[in-house]
């Protein structure tokens, strides 16, 4: 992750880079260009935006939820979180 300390000024992020970067947008781990261009790209992204509103979500019910890669997860909390991300794109 430490090719995203050194940015100086606002990154613009793929949604390749924001899928990676969520857990720790989530955790309050991003400084501060890597999470103005993370703010930035939700702001242009519904993908995206749906994406890490659903994950928010689901890291608060979940609460015990670790704080780590999404390549991470098991397969069952996989499955947790996508259940939950879909409930939240739900109209
Ligand atoms: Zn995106």
New binding site residues.
Partial sequence: MTRFKAVAKVKRF??ED?AELTPLYLDDALDTPAREGFDH?LA??L??AGHVTGLRVTVDTLGDLPAGPAETLSERTRGRLLSAFRASRHP
């Fill in positions: 793929s949604c924001l790209h242009e992204c993908t995206c």
